[in-house]
């Protein structure tokens, strides 16, 4: 199983910018923590600018990383799905994040916010590919202890990994091979 800490930052960020601003075609912003993007205000996208912002009332956020939604987003909402994310440890999320992109997750109440505890019931672990997953599997249940080395080595693995497979999915992690997911 891979366990080592995603090469890139996996911190949730959003780019909150003024919306009068923007609609008068000057962009004024910057780049924000997206757990505090609630926070954030007219002063702080403005700061440095050089502009009055005394005619300006919206923030509005124009970019984000690490979160996992298509488009624009309101400042709260982006800071809802900061704190939802900021709830798994840092290494997590990014196979949490390919779990709500799939759309075959299961969300936390009427929103579109991951369940965490359903997450972590389903998760189990990135892998080079789901055959490895298997072999571990079957490692840990002792699947094959008790049957004599000469007869284990006629066991068919692609077959076994295959019926095993569809009771769980995948979802391919930006740094290499699958996170394996169990479908309850």
Same mark, same amino acid.
């Given at each position: ?49 050089? /502009? ?5 009332? =919206? ?32 290494? /997590? ?41 298997? =072999? ?27 019926? /095993? ?18 479908? /309850?």
């Amino acid at each position: 199983m891979t366990t080592t800490t995603p090469a890139t930052d996996t911190t949730p960020r959003v780019w909150i910018g003024c919306l009068a601003c923007y609609n008068d075609g000057r962009l004024v912003g910057d780049w924000f923590d997206a757990a505090s993007a609630d926070e954030v205000t007219l002063a702080d996208v403005h700061e440095g600018s050089g /502009l009055d912002y005394a005619e300006c009332e =919206e923030l509005w956020v124009f970019d984000h990383e690490n979160i996992p939604v298509r488009g624009e987003l309101a400042p709260l909402t982006a800071a809802v799905w900061g704190k939802c994310l900021a709830k798994v440890d840092e290494h /997590l999320r990014p196979a949490l994040c390919a779990w709500v992109e799939s759309g075959d997750y299961i969300a936390e109440g009427n929103t579109d916010l991951p369940s965490i505890s359903d997450f972590e019931e389903r998760y189990c672990g990135a892998w080079e590919n789901f055959r490895e997953y298997a =072999e571990n599997l079957a490692d840990d249940i002792g699947l094959l202890a008790d049957v004599p080395e000469e007869i284990a080595r006629y066991f068919d693995w692609q077959t076994w990994s295959r019926d /095993l497979a569809m009771d769980y999915s995948t979802y391919d992690d930006p740094e290499g091979g699958v996170f394996v997911f169990r479908v /309850l």
